[in-house]
């Protein structure tokens, strides 16, 4: 005990003579960030605006016309359908063939709103630059994803029914069958999630996986 409090001790006197300076709290602000505020007088506008000028000519041109707004939600939403539709039309013209789709809300970053569509709003949705795969799983690790994905509360997926209750996923069907975990299943995805990312897990330990050349947000 004796010994204890010696070194306990020691360690005080040690920490008491550090001559370093620790920082000290002087003043606090906050400052809120606001993506819509302008500062146009500033040098940095200044700098940047001929590249805006350019960006925005790009940005701006219409592609196409929703006549609804679109959102993006879970378990299920208007704009998930519309994205895994369109994961499921490229892949099937390239002839790929796939079970299910899986792809993580967090890559879908807005909702489509009503009106015009421009290339500055396929950004907004999809502003990274993930490709399509197609990963092959067991029926096991297929089992596994679906449970995690009832845990999260639901992903962005087509070809996948289940009830979640609780946060537990119950009468698991695949193309309105059971899964069979005897038998491998083909999973159309994105490549950051087959890295097992957002805990997805079971997307990891695929046995091959074919990868095309388009990324997500030029199918959409």
């Not at 490709?131 to 096991?140: E, F, H």
């Not at 029914?161 to 537990?168: K, V």
């Not at 957002?198 to 997500?216: G, M, Q, R, V």
């Amino acid at each position: 005990m004796h010994k204890i409090l010696f070194i306990v001790a020691a360690i005080a006197v040690l920490y008491g003579c550090d001559t370093r300076k620790q920082p000290q709290v002087v003043d606090t602000d906050l400052i809120a960030v606001v993506h819509t505020a302008r500062c146009d007088t500033n040098e940095m506008s200044r700098w940047i605006a001929p590249y805006k000028t350019t960006l925005d000519r790009v940005m701006d041109v219409p592609i196409g016309y929703a006549p609804q707004t679109l959102q993006i939600g879970l378990p299920e939403s208007s704009l998930g359908a519309m994205v895994t539709t369109a994961m499921g039309y490229y892949a099937t013209t390239h002839k790929q063939h796939y079970d299910c789709i899986v792809t993580n809300i967090g890559g879908i970053r807005d909702s489509l709103a009503q009106g015009e569509i421009t290339v500055g709003s396929i950004f907004r949705i999809s502003p990274f630059n993930n490709r399509l795969v197609v990963l092959t799983i067991s029926g096991s690790e297929l089992r596994e994803l679906c449970r995690i994905i009832a845990a999260q509360g639901g992903q962005v997926t087509s070809g996948i029914a289940m009830t979640i209750a609780n946060g537990s996923a119950e009468n698991v069907k695949i193309n309105k069958l059971p899964i069979d975990t005897l038998r491998n299943y083909k999973i159309l995805t994105n490549d950051y999630l087959s890295f097992g990312n957002d805990y997805l897990y079971p997307l990891a330990k695929y046995t091959s996986i074919y990868a095309f050349e388009a990324t997500l947000r030029e199918v959409i």
